[in-house]
């Protein structure tokens, strides 16, 4: 079992650039697949980007190029380098976990991540 704390969200402006981390208690984070979601007012939510236990990494489409996953095992945090944000990144973001056994996918179902975090917000202006 993982305990997952999200932190880092804030208030930015167009252009700008957040880091979120994601802190994990309990078993080693180096055990799972992880992954950061995001959930816009309204919208579903999805994958922005996955960082898997081979070391993997995949981006959604709209993420690609501006956004970074990152994984410290030694502290057992998990971040994501967001830079030239857009008012479309608004949203709640979340961090996952997952033990399924299978390859790095930014289209694993969200059902498969068996352990979330509470969220951090990101609010990018125009």
């Known amino acids: 079992q993982v305990d997952l704390v999200e932190s880092g969200g804030g208030s930015v402006q167009a252009g700008g650039s957040l880091r979120l981390s994601c802190a994990a208690s309990?078993?080693?984070?180096?055990?799972?697949?992880m992954a950061w979601f995001r959930q816009g007012s309204g919208k579903e939510r999805e994958a922005v980007a996955t960082?898997?236990?081979?070391?993997?990494?995949s981006y959604s489409e709209s993420v690609k190029g501006r956004f970074t996953i990152s994984q410290d095992n030694a502290k057992n945090t998990l971040n994501l380098q967001m830079n030239s944000l857009k008012p479309d990144d608004t949203a709640m973001y979340y961090c996952?976990?997952?033990?399924?056994?299978?390859?790095?996918?930014?289209?694993?179902?969200?059902?498969?991540?068996?352990?979330w975090g509470q969220g951090t917000q990101v609010t990018v202006s125009s």
């Open positions: 960082i898997y236990r081979d070391g993997s990494t």
């Open positions: 996952a976990s997952s033990t399924y056994p299978g390859t790095c996918s930014i289209s694993r179902p969200r059902h498969l991540y068996g352990y």
């Open positions: 309990g078993d080693p984070m180096s055990r799972y697949d």
